[in-house]
């Protein structure tokens, strides 16, 4: 247990187990995972040079609002369940148990395909170091890892804890690793040179659809939390897009 978790307390049947390092390591993984650095270059390409760090910047300034909504809903209802009990408090004298019915049934599909994204991402990487893997290969990693990660999380939160700190201190590492990379191979003229008309009419049609990327990024994002997430996932692809050439 970690300096910062309280000790349990009970309020009804509800346990709080996760406390603010925790909760925080939780939510970077998260946040933290094969997204950004897939999308690093698909926002670049989307937006059309270096300015996509405002997709990701106005992204983040979404994310927190968002973030301080759900925060307020956590202080006036804790208790487990999060959506779900918020749904069945704002709908249960309109739609009664309609709402949150229809939301756990979005996330029995949405969830799979979340982790899917993941999947697919840790495929490609594998590819670098493996280039010719077949097709069976492919789907029978990604079958295998789809069951490890089931696996791991089918225990107590207590166990889940452990092991995303364990998993967060790699991610950490990851992302040093990537940001030292990056600064490495700094070039001024990719971070900070713009093509003619970066900042024309286009740019808002492109800066709409890189929010979509961005917002992805930025999913996992916890309301307690959200100013530790977004400082973490802002270190990523600064360095990144330094040592890009985009123009290519």
Known sequence: MDSNTPPPHFDGNFHRSI???S??????????????FITI????????GPQAVVGWIVGAILAMADGMVWAELGAAMPGSGGTYVYLRE????RTGKLMPFLFIWTVLLTIPLLMSTGIIGMVEYLEYFLPNLGWWPVHLVSVAATGLVTLLLYRRIESIRA??????????LS?????????WDFHASFAFTYPAGAFGGHFFVGLGAGLIIGIYDYLA???PLTWATNCAIRAGPCPVRSSSPWSR
């Not at 704002?90 to 004298?93: I, L, V």
């Not at 992302?175 to 600064?183: E, N, Y």
């Open 19 to 21: 406390g603010l390092f």
């Open 23 to 36: 909760g925080t390591a939780i939510n970077m993984t998260q946040m933290c995972g094969i997204g950004p």
């Open 41 to 48: 270059p698909i926002m670049v390409a989307t937006m059309g």
């Open 90 to 93: 704002a709908f249960q004298y």
């Open 163 to 172: 092991i995303t700190i364990a998993m967060w201190v790699i991610m950490l």
């Open 175 to 183: 992302v040093v690793g990537v940001s030292a990379a990056g600064f």
């Open 221 to 223: 994002i916890s309301p």
